[in-house]
């Protein structure tokens, strides 16, 4: 597939790298310029020794740095040299500073999933209507938003089936999550009427491994294969129930801040895209949640 999910911000920002180095940068021009305010001798103090001698003999004043105003035209051209000097000599501060920003971003990122899933915890992990693959009665759960034209849905497919299969205990909740294409919502709909004659998982599965774009069309033929009721499955799919299934999992991404597929939530941890270690990953949050217990998945 050449159409991709959109991807996350630090994945943008990592792939522009050179671009947004300036960001850093003028963050540390602005602490530098700073730091230049505090030491730069000011004029009105350097006129004569009499002013220091009354000064010292002066109560003392809490202390304050000049505004940059007070700066005269040789003053501001010096401090500049300075900051840019400085920032030649160590260009490595650009990517300490750099690292540092990715990681407050990412931690924030964290705070804000997991009290983001606390809030919508019924509705991600225990809505009655969802679809569901794996145990239905699993001790812990595993969530994916997907779209059926994702390349990296189709990918991740594979580690999914293999937890599944691998896991006795664990339960798998599908969201999902047509963000690509009117195809991805077309297929959508089939894919949610399907779970209406118990053929949602088959469907699935079908749908993510066939090659080409998936739409209503295609996604009929596939229905067709597996001998589900097609006039059943034409009326369903024209539902409000259908229609209000996938509006409720775009309205839960928007407040989970998923905005990309596939993107995967094992209790209170997110795992973004399909990477190579996809069922590794799955494995092992789901392993590390079973002993530590999780209060909602």
């Not at 990517?95 to 009290?115: F, G, P, Y």
């Not at 999992?249 to 905005?259: F, I, Q, R, T, Y």
């Not at 596939?262 to 996809?278: C, K, Q, S, T, W």
């Amino acid at each position: 597939m050449s159409v991709t999910p959109r991807p996350p911000l630090l994945r943008v920002l990592a792939e522009k790298r050179a671009a947004w180095l300036t960001i850093p940068a003028i963050a540390v021009l602005a602490g530098l310029v700073l730091l230049g305010q505090s030491v730069v001798t000011s004029p009105a103090t350097a006129e004569a020794p009499q002013a220091e001698a009354a000064a010292a003999a002066a109560p003392p004043a809490a202390p304050s740095a000049p505004a940059s105003g007070d700066f005269s035209p040789q003053q501001r051209q010096s401090i500049e040299k300075i900051v840019k000097d400085y920032l030649i000599a160590n260009p490595e501060i650009f990517l300490e500073v750099q690292t540092a920003l990715e990681s407050k971003l990412e931690q924030q990122q964290a705070e804000r999933l997991k009290a983001a899933i606390a809030e919508n915890a019924r509705d991600i992990y225990r809505d009655p209507a969802a679809d569901v693959a794996g145990n239905p009665e699993g001790d812990i759960t595993v969530v994916e938003f997907f779209d059926y034209n994702c390349g990296y849905c189709k990918r991740g497919l594979h580690d999914v089936v293999k937890l599944i299969e691998s896991d006795p205990k664990v339960r798998v909740v599908f969201k999902e999550l047509p963000i690509l294409s009117k195809g991805s919502e077309e297929a959508s709909r089939v894919a949610i009427a399907a779970g209406k004659q118990g053929k949602y998982w088959d469907m699935h599965k079908a749908m993510l491994e066939a090659k080409g774009v998936m739409n209503e069309a295609n996604a009929l033929q596939i229905a067709t294969k597996l001998g589900l009721d097609m006039d059943k499955l034409k009326k369903d799919m024209a539902s409000p129930e259908v229609q209000k299934e996938i509006e409720k999992s775009e309205a839960l991404a928007k407040k989970m801040g998923v905005n990309g597929t596939p993107h995967f939530l094992v209790g209170n941890r997110a795992i973004p895209g399909a990477p190579e270690d996809l069922y590794e990953q799955l494995a092992k949050h789901v392993g590390e949640l079973r002993k530590e217990g999780c209060a909602y998945c």
